[in-house]
């Protein structure tokens, strides 16, 4: 018997083994959640199959989340094979390379547009689409963010502006799905070499600087965040919404 017995869910955001969607959905899967996948772009498709078939998904969609076509592809299918929705992770970010190392004084409209659109806007799209298949279910989302919405992190840049809106996002849905049941939290992960890290120039220091410093003396690692998630989604989170919850082994307490 698991505490997700009997719910469905959908991950946005697999790109691989390492990504944090990843050990959220395997987290969730242990729990007996059923889980449909997203993925963008035919390349990461040849990734994100296999994966989500070696724990049982049936539903695999290509989901880019600046097509909104594609996203009612998505929640189309699954109001027509599952009727309703339970779960859904958003671990979606991107920003172009030079807006992660070069100083954000420079950070071009087309960059700030696509760093905000794909990072903070689709999740208030996919919660939008989400909510209608959540209706009586006691559903819950959880979205992924970092420190850098907070604080300055050299090089993290229009990432954490878009992060910072992430996060208000998240309250103002949590305002407006609330009436519905529907809760929404954010999860403020410490440093984790995935994919998308490696995009962010001097990432390698940031993990050093952080296991240094943080309260525990360490880095977090994925399967942390998985069982954050698992927690913030199922039963025992029942009167949470509209949190940023930080997983990051203490470190944003720190003032010096
Ligand atoms: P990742 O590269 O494994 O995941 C990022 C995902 O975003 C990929 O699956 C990619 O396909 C997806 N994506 C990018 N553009 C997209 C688009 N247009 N449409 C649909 N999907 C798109 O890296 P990750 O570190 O697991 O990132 C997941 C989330 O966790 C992100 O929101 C990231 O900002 C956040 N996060 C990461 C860290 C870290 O250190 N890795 C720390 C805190 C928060």
Same mark, same amino acid.
């Given at each position: 018997?698991g505490?997700?017995?009997g719910?469905?869910?959908?991950?946005?955001?697999?790109?691989?083994?390492?990504?944090?969607?990843?050990?959220?959905?395997?987290?969730?899967?242990?729990?007996?959640a059923?889980?449909?996948?997203?993925y963008?772009?035919?390349?990461?498709?040849?990734?994100?199959?296999?994966?989500?078939? =070696?724990?049982? /998904?049936? @539903?695999?969609?290509?989901?880019?989340?600046?097509?909104?076509?594609e996203?009612? *592809?998505?929640?189309?299918?699954?109001?027509?094979?599952w009727?309703?929705?339970?779960?859904?992770?958003?671990?979606?970010?991107?920003?172009?390379?030079?807006?992660?190392? $070069?100083?954000?004084? $420079?950070?071009?409209?087309?960059?700030?547009?696509?760093?905000?659109?794909? =990072? /903070?806007?689709?999740?208030?799209?996919?919660?939008?689409?989400?909510? $209608?298949?959540?209706?009586?279910?006691?559903?819950?989302?959880?979205?992924?963010?970092?420190?850098? =919405?907070?604080?300055?992190i050299?090089?993290?840049?229009?990432?954490?502006?878009?992060?910072?809106?992430?996060? +208000?996002?998240?309250?103002?849905?949590?305002?407006?799905?609330?009436? *519905?049941?529907?809760?929404?939290?954010a999860?403020?992960?410490?440093?984790?070499?995935?994919?998308? /890290?490696?995009?962010? /120039?001097?990432?390698?220091?940031?993990?050093?600087?952080?296991?240094?410093?943080?309260?525990?003396? *360490?880095? @977090?690692?994925?399967?942390?965040?998985?069982?954050?998630a698992?927690?913030?989604? =199922?039963?025992? +989170?029942?009167?949470?919404?509209?949190?940023?919850?930080?997983v990051?082994?203490?470190y944003?307490?720190?003032?010096?």
């Amino acid at each position: 018997m698991g505490i997700l017995d009997g719910r469905k869910g959908i991950i946005f955001g697999v790109a691989n083994e390492r990504s944090i969607a990843w050990a959220i959905a395997r987290a969730l899967h242990e729990e007996g959640a059923e889980l449909a996948f997203t993925y963008a772009g035919e390349i990461l498709e040849k990734r994100v199959r296999p994966l989500a078939g =070696s724990i049982g /998904a049936k @539903i695999i969609l290509p989901c880019d989340v600046t097509k909104d076509q594609e996203i009612e *592809r998505v929640f189309q299918t699954l109001k027509g094979e599952w009727g309703g929705l339970d779960i859904l992770i958003h671990a979606i970010a991107y920003a172009a390379k030079e807006d992660l190392s $070069q100083p954000y004084l $420079q950070t071009s409209r087309e960059g700030f547009q696509l760093a905000l659109d794909v =990072s /903070a806007y689709s999740l208030t799209v996919l919660a939008r689409q989400a909510a $209608q298949l959540m209706e009586g279910r006691s559903g819950s989302i959880v979205t992924l963010t970092y420190l850098g =919405s907070e604080k300055v992190i050299p090089n993290y840049n229009v990432m954490g502006v878009a992060k910072a809106a992430l996060e +208000a996002s998240v309250r103002y849905l949590a305002h407006d799905l609330g009436p *519905r049941g529907v809760r929404i939290n954010a999860i403020s992960a410490g440093p984790v070499k995935t994919l998308a /890290a490696a995009g962010i /120039a001097g990432f390698k220091e940031m993990l050093h600087y952080s296991a240094g410093r943080a309260p525990l003396r *360490r880095n @977090i690692d994925a399967e942390e965040v998985g069982r954050a998630a698992l927690f913030l989604v =199922s039963e025992m +989170a029942s009167a949470i919404t509209g949190e940023v919850v930080h997983v990051d082994a203490g470190y944003n307490i720190m003032g010096m």
